[in-house]
Each structure stands twice: as structure tokens, then as C-alpha cells.
């Protein structure tokens, strides 16, 4: 799916994430933390169908658990290398070092060692997808006279620099990366905060508030920061009239 903007320079897309994994729960988990993040989530349960996967719908991401029904994961990463370069992210419930070595000699990109939160998920997508040069993971958006650098994590407004504490500059990329699209505030949460089962909505409308100072703005008078009431809040330049 993508997101498209009149005047904007680049158009985002959301990462897709096809989950290998047998555990019914587990699956059940990643999709639903994936999904609130934002993400397209496919779960395959096996590695036939996990490969099969792989190819039709062509992930941006891929994360296999190694231990399957069918198939040793080392065996089905090794499959899927043969036919595709998509970053992988092997999880696994074996912290030994030579499952580990195993698995990233057999091409896997990274890996999670199980129980993971949402969070360590999240900055390990981001990571593999920043290595893989993934179009449009780590480039400026210019959205009217605002600039938004996620590399030096710099935003300028009409050509000055505006300073943003760590979490109001994850806040306005996580909007600036999806411009024109409602992010709501769970998505927010989500992300920012590795909440994605939600409960800081108050946190989120008091970093929203600071973000609109600081990008000149107030709630009365919007210009780049659009509330969608009861929903979210979306990025777009300001209107033209
Ligand atoms: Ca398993």
C-alpha cells in the first residue's frame, strides 16, 4: 500500500513483514504488534508454505523462527537465498552461539532471541531494512517548506533548523514517513513509545502539542499537523490558498 501526496518528493510505502512461525500464539502476537506498527503482516506456519510465501508476495522483510515442523529454518534460509536477497531476521528460542553463527553464515541479516518486546522488534526491522538500502527508508521527506532528515535526524522549517527532543523527532518522522495518511495515536504509541497496546494517549497529545510549537503552529491553526478527530493525525503540507 502507499501513501501519495501532491508536492511531495518521495513516496512511502508500508513494510511488509512476512512472519514464519509455527507457534499459533507467537504468530497471533507478531502479527498484532506488527499490524498496530503499521506494518502488512503475511504468517506462514511452515517452512514450504513460508518459502512459497516469500516469493509470491515478495516481503520486505521476513522474519523465521528455526525451529519448524517441515523444515530446519538454516534449511528454508538457505532455500530462500538461492531465489531472494529480502533481509531476514531469524528468531530463535536457542541463545547458543553456534545456532546463531549457523544461522547468520546461512544468510540470515540479524537475530532475535525469544522472548523479544515490540520495541527490540521494531529497531531491528528498521535496522536490516537501513543495511538492504530499502528506497525510502532512510531518505529526506520535504513536505512544503518542512524537511525531515531521519539519517542526521534534522528537521528544517522554511530553511532554519528547529531543535526536537528524541522523542517529538520519532514522533513527526513516524507522520512524515506515512505523509498524507492518518497515523493514529495506538500507531503512535506503538512506535515511539513500544506501546502497542496502547494506554499513554495523554503522552501522545502532549508531545503533539510540542511538536505544533515548535513547527509554528497551534490546534486552532493547524498547518502541517492535521487532527483527524477521534482517529489521529496526519502530515501534509500546509494548504495552499
Ligand atoms: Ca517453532
Do not use: C
Not at 512472519?19 to 502476537?29: F, K, N, Q, W
Not at 528547529?162 to 505523509?179: G, Y
Amino acid at each position: 500500500m502507499e501513501g501519495r501526496v501532491r508536492g511531495l518528493e518521495y513516496v512511502t510505502a508500508m513494510t511488509r513483514v512476512l512472519v514464519i512461525e509455527d507457534d499459533a500464539a507467537i504468530g497471533r502476537l507478531l502479527r498484532h504488534s506488527l499490524t498496530e506498527a503499521g506494518n502488512t503482516v503475511a504468517v506462514a506456519t511452515d517452512g514450504t508454505s513460508g518459502l512459497t510465501l516469500a516469493v509470491q508476495e515478495q516481503p520486505d522483510v521476513v522474519l523465521l523462527d528455526l525451529g519448524l515442523p517441515d523444515l530446519d529454518g538454516r534449511q528454508v534460509l538457505r532455500m530462500l537465498r538461492a531465489v531472494s536477497r529480502v533481509p531476514v531476521i531469524v528468531v530463535t528460542a536457542q541463545d547458543d552461539d553456534r545456532t546463531v553463527v549457523e544461522a547468520l553464515d546461512a544468510g540470515a541479516d540479524d537475530y532475535l532471541v525469544k522472548p523479544f518486546g515490540g520495541e527490540q522488534l521494531a529497531a531491528r526491522i528498521r535496522a536490516v531494512l537501513r543495511r538492504a538500502g530499502t528506497p525510502g527508508a532512510d531518505r529526506v521527506v520535504r513536505l512544503g517548506g518542512l524537511e525531515v532528515d531521519p539519517a542526521a535526524r534534522q528537521v528544517r522549517l522554511d530553511g532554519s533548523p528547529i531543535e526536537l527532543a528524541r522523542k517529538e523527532f520519532d514522533l513527526l518522522w513516524l507522520l512524515a514517513s506515512r505523509p498524507g495518511e492518518v497515523v493514529t495515536k495506538r500507531e503512535m504509541l506503538a512506535e515511539v513509545w513500544g506501546l502497542p497496546f496502547g494506554g499513554g494517549d495523554r503522552t501522545v497529545d502532549v508531545h503533539l502539542s510540542w511538536l505544533r510549537r515548535k513547527l509554528g503552529e497551534t490546534a486552532a491553526a493547524p498547518r502541517y499537523l492535521r487532527t483527524v478527530r477521534g482517529v489521529g493525525m496526519r502530515l501534509a503540507p500546509p494548504a495552499e490558498d
